[in-house]
């Protein structure tokens, strides 16, 4: 499992072709489709030196284009973690014998956030103006829009993220004898050790990233918005789950060191006046009248985040 072969790259491009299957069946059904092509269809493209992520709208439905420079890019700390014995032996799917090959299962939760970040850019409303292509990390020039509004819509569209994310682990978490095989204490623990080292990593790789939150902010985003999310779906309080959540983190510092130690310096305070600015922004720029449909909770709609989240 540690060697990245064809049978690897092939068997994880195929699980995120179900990823998107999955999702785009769920929005299908909650938008009563009735077209003879999907709401999101999925393009995986062999390019090893295209490292972003795409979303295209074409016409009422859209494309989500993966490179295979993205999921390598992707793959880069999984392999770190799959080669570091004291790592992957941390998690609790692995110490319960529910994986054994961690890789796949870290690849799918890190694909699903960033499948939920891009189709936020299409259900929120992004792309309803001449724009049509929205490209996650190399020039946004074409788009036409200030980088104010840009970083606003990157806020947007990490909500959305958060948000989707929380519901699906909702659902797990009320049917766990469902289509899920996880103990759902062990995956939440295990979600809060890979995802603590995925905004690490995020953070890592571009450091004075302008064009995005900083990851620190999206980790917490991430975090708090994920939580109000799964109290809203579960009715009732998550507080055990939190606490679950936020060993994995400390344990997933433990690991990473020093790197991850800024990580850990919140302040929710200041990542939430933040969101109130680019809250304001996309109001400005009437998203909330160019959301594609009505979304759950959508922060546009109830101001329920610059409180006690
Ligand atoms: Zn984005």
New binding site residues.
């Given amino acids: 499992m540690k060697y990245r072969n064809k049978e690897y790259w092939k068997k994880v491009v195929s699980n995120a072709n179900d990823s998107v299957i999955q999702l785009s069946k769920k929005l299908e059904k909650e938008r009563n489709w009735k077209k003879d092509y999907p709401f999101i269809k999925f393009i995986f493209v062999d390019d090893e030196q295209d490292e972003s992520p795409y979303i295209h709208r074409v016409d009422d439905a859209c494309e989500i284009i993966f490179n295979k420079g993205f999921l390598k890019w992707l793959d880069e700390p999984i392999l770190d973690i799959a080669l570091d014995e004291e790592f992957s032996n941390s998690f609790e799917l692995v110490k319960s014998q529910t994986i054994s090959d961690i890789s796949y299962w870290i690849q799918n939760q890190w694909i699903s956030w960033f499948l939920y ?1 891009e189709v936020g ?1 299409f259900i929120c409303g992004h792309l309803t103006g001449k724009s049509k292509i ?1 490209e ?1 990390w190399t020039s946004y020039e074409h788009m036409k829009l200030s980088a104010k509004t840009k970083l606003a819509y ?1 806020y947007d ?1 990490d909500i959305f993220a958060a948000q989707t994310y929380f519901r699906a682990l909702a659902n797990m978490i009320k049917s766990p004898s469902g289509s899920y095989k996880f103990d759902t204490n062990d995956f939440i623990k295990d979600i809060g050790f890979i995802f603590f080292a995925f905004f690490v990593y995020i953070g890592r790789k571009n450091p004075t990233n302008n064009s ?1 939150p900083v990851a620190q902010d999206r980790m917490m985003i991430f975090l708090r918005i994920g939580f109000v999310t799964l109290q809203r779906f579960l009715s009732r309080n998550v507080d055990k789950e939190m606490s679950i959540f936020k060993s994995g983190f400390m344990e997933s510092l433990s690991c990473i060191g020093d790197e991850g130690l800024n990580f850990t310096k919140f302040n929710w305070s200041n990542v939430s006046s933040k969101l109130k600015e680019n809250r304001e922004e996309l109001l400005n720029n009437k998203l909330n009248e160019r959301r594609l449909s009505i979304i759950d909770a959508d922060w546009l709609r109830f101001n329920y985040l610059s409180s006690e989240a």
């Fill in positions: 970040h850019h929205w996650e990157e569209a995005h």
